[in-house]
């Protein structure tokens, strides 16, 4: 029998700080004050700096030495090699789970394009970036490797933090949804091929103003 024990303070400001990071509440690259983190959650400035530590590791947070903690930020290099590394990983993963559960992954990926559809009717942004997010990680889940797996959760969270800021511009949102369609009716039919062509592009497309405003703000 499984006992559930409650979340420890560290845990509850790390799971606050990373919503915060993620959704975009925070913005890439400002300065995190432990005085005031500690102060808006009423807890003492411990659980704070052991977060803060948690999410460097994570890549969420970058600590510099007598200068304090900054949330990450990528400049427009950085964040083409961090899509360099989602393709590499996520083709292999379309690959693989193509071959091996075709019929789970049609269903799964289909269950959550009608998520991914209702959102936008309902003009739910954040609900529909999260479901983004799920999507990509169903390809994962579907060729059940777990080493593979484990790489993608490296860049992950930190992909989902890009996500919610680049992702919430209309022309690439518009351009997004199509993809994952297209993507979903390749699968279908098991079309590895052009299932991969449309994972590239859309993964690896840098044109476009949301592509520049993200990448300005990131290296601001």
């Known amino acids: 029998m499984k006992i559930n024990r409650p979340k420890s303070l560290t845990e509850l400001v790390t799971e606050n700080l990373r919503d915060r990071i993620i959704s975009g509440a925070l913005e890439l690259g400002s300065q995190l004050s432990e005085a005031r983190i500690a102060k808006e959650l009423n807890v003492s400035r411990t659980p ?19 200068r304090g903690s900054f949330i990450f930020s990528l400049d427009g290099s950085e964040l083409a090699k961090l899509c360099d590394a989602r393709v590499a990983l996520e083709t292999k993963a379309l690959t693989v789970a193509i071959r091996e559960r075709p019929d789970r992954l049609h269903r799964e990926l289909t269950k959550c394009t009608k998520r991914m559809t209702s959102a936008r009717a309902a003009d739910d ?96």
């Open 48 to 66: 704070v700096r052991e977060a803060i530590n948690r999410l460097e590791i994570e890549g969420l947070l970058d600590v510099e030495p007598q």
């Open 125 to 220: 942004v954040n609900k529909y970036l999260a479901e983004d997010t799920i999507f990509h990680q169903l390809l994962f889940d579907c060729a059940d490797n777990k080493f593979l797996n484990d790489a993608y959760q490296t860049i992950a969270i930190k992909m989902a933090a890009i996500r919610n800021r680049l992702g919430r511009h209309p022309e690439h949102m518009a351009k997004s949804y199509a993809e994952h369609l297209q993507l979903v009716d390749a699968v279908k039919v098991s079309d590895t091929k052009t299932a991969l062509e449309i994972l590239r592009l859309h993964i690896d497309r840098k044109e476009g103003s949301y592509w520049s405003e993200v990448t300005q703000e990131s290296s601001a």
